[in-house]
């Protein structure tokens, strides 16, 4: 089969497909460039070969959208191994993305059928179970992110968690470059900053959590979880895109009897979905984390210093932007109705700060966990008067007072507001 006999525009994809929205940008001929999408990555190659047996045509992928250079094809369910993500990523995101007649592709989007989300448990707490667990149930959660991120040892460490859930923060959580170092091993700081957690819960009489990183290699990476959850420990936090699809499937399977919350962390996310042009979106990552089973998962804030501009990071967390499939107003990617599947809770951090919490209210709305590390931690008083500071800020976001006139009222978040205003 040729190229082109992969494109067949007039095709209505079937109940069981799986559905790709591609940016392509070719060398030359955009037919010519989505027919060698389709093809390498179903049954075709660069050439016609003598050892095609009848019948195999009916696994073709087909496009059957061009608009622009974005493409739509749809793949027949039986080309995939339906519970095996890495298979599956290996067809639809694999040798096409090196091919020499293509300047540029994007998997900007995958629609995954019932059949195929059958296979998969999904989210173990979601939303409302983090919530249940908290005892938070009408705002956004306030975390924070123990800084700086390298360096202290696993007392210091506690004690800035501590001071961070004396002011007000119902989570505090390891970065993503913290695992077992020798200024700070993983077991000592687990034990001590959970020791913080249960001092932090009698002071203030509020349920508080402590998300260690036990990002390693695979069978470390569940020895860390066990260690956890005989510590007492509720949740455990993993890099999702250095750890790989192999490692998240082992943790979630894993999970059904660790029964952690699992908190994902994209850090390194930008490799694949910075450039708009080639990689993949960060939708397609939160749609594969939602169906593993990850209960929460960073998606950008729209403001603060990470890049991502505000169309996609709403996108995951409303699914509003352009390059959605099948179009649903109410839907969201994290928390829409999907089969069996539990929501996900949608988690902003990167340089936010107590002056953002009506922003982010606002434009992604209340069930959302916002993670502050500079933004409390520099709080010229500290970081317990930072935490302070960002519950004040919620306090009235929630109650419809803007920040001005509870800072009145409220020295922490009056100071924050000062020093923040100053330093952005």
């Known amino acids: 089969m040729k190229y082109l006999d992969f494109i067949d525009l007039k095709y209505k994809p079937a109940k069981t497909d799986i559905i790709c929205e591609f940016f392509i940008e070719p060398q030359g001929s955009i037919r010519e460039a989505a027919g060698a999408v389709a093809s390498e990555s179903s049954i075709g190659t660069w050439t016609e070969v003598t050892t095609m047996q009848p019948g195999i045509e009916k696994l073709a992928a087909k496009v059957f959208s061009i608009n622009g250079n974005i493409v739509k094809i749809a793949y027949p369910y039986d080309l995939f191994e339906p519970d095996n993500i890495p298979q599956i990523l290996s067809s639809i995101a694999g040798n096409i993305f090196g091919m020499k007649n ?46 700086p991120k390298l360096g202290l040892d696993a007392k210091q460490h506690a004690e800035v968690a501590f001071q961070a859930w004396l002011g007000g923060c119902d989570i505090v959580k390891d970065d993503e470059n913290l695992s077992d170092q020798k200024f700070n091993h993983f077991q000592e700081r687990v034990l001590a900053t959970l ?107 729209a403001i603060g210093k990470m890049e991502g501009p505000s169309r996609d990071v709403l996108a995951i967390d409303q699914e509003i932007e352009k390059m959605c499939i099948y179009k649903n107003p109410a839907s969201h990617v994290l928390e829409q109705k999907w089969f069996h599947l539990k929501p996900m809770f949608a988690v902003c951090s990167g340089g936010l700060h107590p002056g953002h919490v009506p922003f982010l209210i606002k434009h992604l709305g209340k069930n959302i966990i916002m993670q502050f590390g500079g933004g409390i931690h520099g709080h010229p008083k500290g970081t317990a008067e930072g935490a302070r500071a960002v519950r004040q800020a919620v306090d009235a976001t929630m109650r419809g007072i803007s920040l001005e006139e509870y800072a009145k009222k409220n020295s922490e978040l009056r100071e924050a507001l000062d020093f923040f205003e100053k330093v952005k």
């Open 102 to 147: 293509i300047k540029n592709l994007r998997l900007e989007d995958i629609h995954f059928p019932e059949k195929l989300i059958k296979h998969f448990s999904g989210p173990l707490y979601g939303v409302e179970g983090i919530r249940k667990m908290l005892h938070v149930h009408s705002r956004p959660l306030v975390g924070t992110i123990v800084k």
């Open 195 to 301: 020791r913080a957690r249960d001092l932090a819960e009698k002071v203030t009489g509020e349920r508080k959590i402590y998300m260690p990183n036990v990002t390693a290699e695979t069978r470390e990476m569940v020895k860390r979880v066990g260690f956890v959850k005989k510590s007492g420990g509720e949740y455990v936090m993993i890099d999702i895109i250095s750890s790989g699809w192999s490692a998240l499937q082992t943790l979630a399977d894993y999970n059904k009897i660790s029964r952690r919350v699992l908190h994902a962390h994209r850090a390194g996310h930008g490799m694949l979905t910075r450039n708009k042009k080639h990689g993949m979106s960060m939708l397609v990552i939160a749609k594969l984390c939602r169906l593993i089973g990850l209960d929460q998962l960073h998606i950008g804030t």
